[in-house]
């Protein structure tokens, strides 16, 4: 029963071709977060939403942005992917926000061409 | 945030007891020590928090210092599936170490 579903498992796309990436729970949690991951290295936190409010890490690119429709469902959109952007997308959720314990997807590994 | 400072690499046999130490001298005293892991093409997972007691639970152990600066994780008997990279993280900071790569040899 899979709990944080994101899809595609890979994606594919051109340098500098917008690309988004989606995420969904079937927690009913009320906070989203989105990882990067890039090759042998630790998981870094993009933003998160705690409900509908975003919360943006100081250091993350503009290139990157995210949108959360409704409790289930959050995107994120990369506007003009870099071969440096190329990484796996984790997508986590957890009860409420600084919650111990976050439920994290599979991840959607993205090849910048 | 509070800093960690845990082992590049473990190596275990299988079916033996391992202790995953984390440092972090500069922990806060609201600070919860949480342990995520990642197994190979995965994404992370939770796998134990604590404060200032020891914890148990189905899956490891969490011994913690008195003066909280340093945690053990202890995995009571080692499979080939607890090959991962263990993940120490203090507070609320939700910001992943480069954490410890267990290996787990049959």
């Known amino acids: 029963d899979a709990m944080v579903i994101q899809n595609p498992r890979y994606q594919v796309t051109q340098f500098g071709k917008p690309v988004t990436l989606s995420c969904s729970q079937t927690l009913n949690h009320n906070v989203m977060y989105w990882y990067q991951q890039k090759s042998s290295q630790a998981p870094k936190l993009l933003f998160h939403?705690?409900?509908?409010?975003?919360?943006n890490e100081a250091d993350t690119p503009d290139n990157f942005q995210s949108r959360r429709p409704n409790t289930s469902f959050c995107f994120l959109d990369i506007r003009s992917p870099g071969l440096g952007d190329a990484a796996m997308y984790l997508c986590?959720?957890?009860?409420?926000?600084?919650?111990?314990?976050?439920?994290f997807g599979p991840g959607t590994r993205l090849t910048v061409t | 945030d509070a800093k960690t400072t845990q082992p590049n690499s473990m190596e275990s046999n299988e079916e033996e007891p391992v202790h995953l130490p984390c440092n972090h001298s500069t922990i806060s005293g609201t600070d919860y020590i949480h342990w995520y892991r990642q197994l190979p093409s995965q994404g992370p997972e939770y796998v134990i928090h604590g404060l200032t007691s020891n914890v148990n639970n189905r899956m490891a152990s969490l011994a913690i210092a008195e003066d909280r600066k340093s945690s053990t994780l202890i995995l009571h008997r080692a499979t080939l599936r607890d090959a991962a990279v263990y993940y120490c993280?203090?507070?609320?900071?939700?910001?992943f170490g480069k954490g410890t790569s267990l290996l787990v040899t049959p």
């Open positions: 939403y705690y409900d509908k409010d975003f919360n």
């Open positions: 986590a959720t957890s009860r409420e926000a600084r919650s111990y314990e976050q439920y």
């Open positions: 993280i203090l507070g609320y900071a939700l910001n």
